[in-house]
């Protein structure tokens, strides 16, 4: 267990003791970045994208200081990730850092990640100068601008979040206007930083509620996210996309990345496309399972992500552990060999679904990017559900989008709810659900029953791919 803890605060941070004397200076900060002798996140990600591989990058976080050093060193000396990552326990995301505090005196077991902001930023440098792979945060908060903060202290160059995508996916009733508003600090922060000379990567968490995702409504935010930092005085955005499950839909996701950037971003901006291997229910069966992480680490490469998040073959069963999140990062850094260079797909088929996929983000988007107040703009519109994401914990949206998968297992819109689409993409979509032999041809209502039906066989999809379970749930 970690020597005992005595929290010193950090500016900003809510609950716990105002600390801000505690922090060095952004100048002081960047010069210690500069003195670390490893590259940034954004270099890291540069340098993949300009040599056609796609970098790796683990999920891992444990409470204590000692065994988040021990954890980062393994898998580094051992499967060599381009990225590593420090997840934030639950505390510290909801600015509870008092309770982080107690609890990572107790036992550090009892934390779900690393409390930054309870260890401090010169534990935060040490974690650094421990693995020659730069470092990133990812979390889930809504108001992260303290940990932030220490982040930066911690000479950190990549920090994960957004003020819609780290508010409605985690937050029952936090306002979309002050996560937006708390984000732009951190944005601002960004573009100081910059203007210092160190580039900061800001990853977009795309990914949402992880599970049956209409592309559309993933990109929709993560441009809406990065139109605000861009005008903030970011300058490099990671824009992050959860795996489908649809071959085709999830290499054209991709793809529509860079062409979102240049349509709706300033020049000078960085962008790079993440790939989150499947977030969904995983299968338990290892061999499944390896087969799922390899599939994913395929479908990034094709659709040229400079990132991927790994998966283990322990997903099934809850946090994995050093060795299987080892297996995982060896396993998807395989997909990278050259003699994967036969692996292809129909480009006719994902040159379609990805006009269709800029069609219905620009349906939705631009409205509000025609707006004089964005962020504004952006709350009234998840208010009316004319920006809204499916099964949201937020009660600031409507959550009226219902999701559900086509014959061929793509994620197309049951139901768009108050979004903006256009007719023709409506009836595009109605017309491929229509094809799916599961409803009648879709000419009758199926009911409630049978719709929660459905989309529980969606979520547990490749259960079914892999004969661990029929759809209707049964093993």
């Known amino acids: 267990m970690s020597s005992k803890v005595v929290l010193l605060g950090a500016d900003r941070a809510g609950e716990a003791p105002h600390g801000n004397r505690a922090l060095p200076s952004l100048e002081e900060s960047v010069a210690y970045v500069a003195g670390l002798g490893k590259p940034t996140a954004a270099q890291v990600l540069q340098k993949a994208r300009e040599s056609g591989r796609v970098a790796i990058q683990p999920r891992c976080g444990v409470g204590g200081h000692e065994e988040m050093k021990a954890l980062l060193r393994d898998l580094e000396t051992e499967a060599a990730p381009d990225l590593l990552t420090l997840t934030i326990d639950s505390h510290t995301r909801l600015k509870r850092f008092e309770q982080a505090l107690r609890t990572l005196n107790r036992d550090p077991k009892d934390l779900n990640g690393y409390p930054l902001v309870t260890h401090g930023w010169q534990r935060g440098r040490d974690l650094n100068e421990s693995v020659a792979a730069p470092l990133e945060i990812r979390h889930g908060s809504p108001d992260a ?27 029952k009733a936090v306002p979309v206007a002050e996560s937006l508003a708390a984000w732009e600090e951190v944005d601002r922060v960004c573009g100081r930083l910059a203007e210092l000379g160190l580039i900061v ?50 290499v054209a996701a991709l793809r529509t990345i860079p062409l979102l950037a240049r349509r709706y971003l300033p020049p000078g901006v960085q962008v790079h496309a993440v790939f989150h291997e499947f977030m969904g229910v995983f299968p338990k069966g290892r061999a499944h399972a390896e087969d799922l992480i390899f599939y994913g680490a395929l479908v990034a490469r094709l659709g040229g992500a400079s990132k991927l998040i790994t998966k283990t073959y322990q997903e099934a069963y809850g946090i994995p552990d050093t060795r299987a999140n080892i297996e995982g990062l060896r396993l998807a850094a395989r997909a990278n060999s050259p003699l994967l260079d036969f692996v292809a797909v129909d480009a006719d088929r994902v040159a379609e679904e990805l006009e269709w996929i ?65 007719g023709r993409a409506l009836r595009r979509n109605d017309a491929l659900l229509r094809r799916d032999a599961r409803t009648d041809g879709g000419a009758a209502d199926p009911g409630l029953r049978s719709l929660l039906a459905d989309l529980t066989g969606d979520i547990n999809y490749f259960l079914t791919v892999f004969g661990e379970t029929d759809r209707e749930g049964t093993s």
């Not at 601008?145 to 937050?171: K, M, W």
């Not at 600031?396 to 061929?408: C, F, H, Q």
Request: with cysteine.
């Open 358 to 422: 800029l069609a219905e983000v620009a349906d939705i988007v631009e409205p509000l990017l025609e707006q004089a107040d964005l962020k504004a703009a952006v709350a009234d519109a998840l208010e009316r559900g004319t920006l809204d994401i499916p099964f949201s914990a937020s009660r600031y949206a409507k959550s009226e989008v219902i999701p559900k998968r086509d014959a061929e297992g793509a994620i197309r819109y049951l139901s768009a709810g108050s979004l903006p689409l256009s």
């Open 145 to 171: 601008r303290a940990l932030f903060d220490v982040s930066v202290a911690s000479g950190i160059t990549s920090f994960e979040g957004g003020g819609i995508s780290y508010n409605l996916p985690y937050s």
């Open 201 to 250: 990567d800001r990853e977009l968490f795309g990914t949402l509620t992880a599970v049956l995702v209409p592309p559309s409504i993933s990109l929709a935010i993560s441009v809406v996210e990065a139109v605000l930092a861009a005008r903030a005085g970011v300058r490099c955005i990671s824009v992050a996309y959860p795996q489908s499950g649809h071959l085709v839909q999830d």
